[in-house]
């Protein structure tokens, strides 16, 4: 058994992740700073090989109380983990201390989003331009703030969803579950005008096609495109919103179409919306997924008092 830092049986370890695993370099140093440093937390007291699942809880608490990410101190873990199954399967120990071991809580991130003033500002953009690409970024804009669309779904849109009735999109979303979504009329007004210039974007002839054949096939895509999925892609879209986002001035890595969806979400709530009819607008099987919008309106209601409450400050009247 090691004693002290040097154990000696993690270049073993770090050697059969590199033999049987084709673990890279990279891997192979994380992995051995991680179990260097459950060493050093575990000093004088017991050595590497001979440590309890009650020493491994005490140091992802010690990292907790650190500071360190959830996610940083379960990749620790997992380093600690395999190594003591190495240990295991070579009769080096008779258990492994680690499989008593809960992971440590991920938590759930909260979504990015953007304020109303920042979509207003992207909004105002996508509108002042001319011309059939114009249009038809104004009506990609406005549908996916106006309606939280997943992009998947916005690009799949058919034709005929929005030939229906102008008032509501028929969207089939995952599981091939259709739903219906109301469109304001901004986002009414701005698909019209789209509709009248998407000729422009039907695929053409091919080259060397005569002048009488010479005419736009027929698409059954709302957003038709002359690429191969025959409608514009998620990648084209997420281009266009992070161009649209430079000449606004707004950083582009904060602009994407999920994180309209999310500004979608989180701006209905803000102003009242139900929490059912919230899920049933983004198609989310469980509530619980809807459920993290109530988390950014509380992280915003708490920003607000910390920032404007009189007792944030300190109290300078009299009591």
């Known amino acids: 058994m090691g004693d ?98 809960d992971s440590p809580r991920q938590g759930r991130a909260l979504p990015k989003i953007l304020s109303e003033d920042e979509v207003g500002a992207l909004l105002d953009a996508a509108q002042a331009g001319e011309g059939p690409e114009a249009l038809r970024l104004a009506a990609l804009v406005e549908l996916l703030y106006a309606t939280g669309l997943r992009i998947s779904e916005l690009v799949g ?8 009735d102008q008032r509501l999109l028929i969207v ?18 701005s698909l019209s005008a789209y509709l009248a210039a998407r000729d422009h974007f039907l695929p053409g002839p091919g080259k060397g096609a005569k002048a009488p054949t010479a005419v736009k096939a027929a698409s059954p895509w709302l957003f038709p495109s002359r690429g191969a999925e025959g409608h514009i892609t998620r990648h084209r879209v997420a281009q266009l919103l992070k161009d649209l986002a430079r000449r606004t001035g707004i950083d582009p890595a904060r602009v994407s179409p999920h994180v309209l969806r999310h500004a979608f979400a989180s701006h209905l709530l803000d102003h009242g919306a139900d929490l059912r009819a919230l899920q049933k607008m983004l198609g989310h099987a469980d509530i619980s997924t809807t459920q993290i919008y109530t988390h950014v309106l509380g992280e915003r209601l708490k920003s607000l008092v ?14």
Request: aromatic residues 6%; positive net charge; hydrophobic residues 40%.
């Open 4 to 101: 002290g830092p040097n154990s000696p049986q993690i270049e073993p370890f770090l050697e059969m992740l590199a033999a049987e695993r084709g673990a890279a370099a990279n891997t192979l140093e994380a992995y051995r700073r991680d179990l260097q440093a459950f060493t050093e937390f575990l000093g004088r007291r017991r050595a590497l090989e001979a440590a309890t699942a009650d020493d491994i809880r005490a140091f992802l608490g010690a990292l907790a109380r650190a500071g360190m990410a959830p996610r940083t101190a379960a990749r620790r873990l997992s380093a600690l983990r395999q190594f003591y199954r190495f240990l295991l399967s070579e009769t080096l120990r008779g258990d492994d201390p680690s499989a008593e071991v």
């Open 157 to 164: 849109l058919r034709l005929a969803a929005a030939q229906r």
């Open 172 to 189: 089939q979303g995952k599981g091939g579950k259709e739903r219906m979504v109301p469109l304001s009329p901004a986002a009414r007004e």
């Open 306 to 319: 910390q920032d404007h409450h009189p007792l944030a400050r300190g109290r300078t009247g009299p009591r």
